[in-house]
């Protein structure tokens, strides 16, 4: 199933590794980053593939939670069926 991540917060050394690092443990594989820095605030993007994990949406979306609140930064993670439903005209 894939996913989209985003992560936006002020800019610091680590959110991609972290963030990343948290995706290799669970196996979920990242199909597509996208990432930029405007006035020093972070905003990435990513189209995950978590079939391969073996915890829920949830539980993921759980564990992404914490990463973000140790890190100081927003992480919302929707399933990509929901986010296209979101952004469609």
Do not use: P, W
């Amino acid at each position: 199933m894939k996913s989209i991540i985003t992560v936006v917060g002020k800019d610091k050394v680590g959110i991609i590794y972290n963030v990343c690092k948290y995706l290799s443990e669970e196996n979920i594989n990242v199909l597509d980053i996208s990432q930029t820095i405007v006035n020093d605030y972070f905003n990435m993007l990513m189209i995950v593939d978590t079939q391969a994990s073996s915890n829920s949406f949830e539980v993921i979306n759980d564990n992404i939670q914490s990463i973000a609140k140790d890190l100081g930064v927003v992480i919302t993670m929707q399933r990509e069926d929901i986010f296209v439903s979101m952004h469609r005209l």
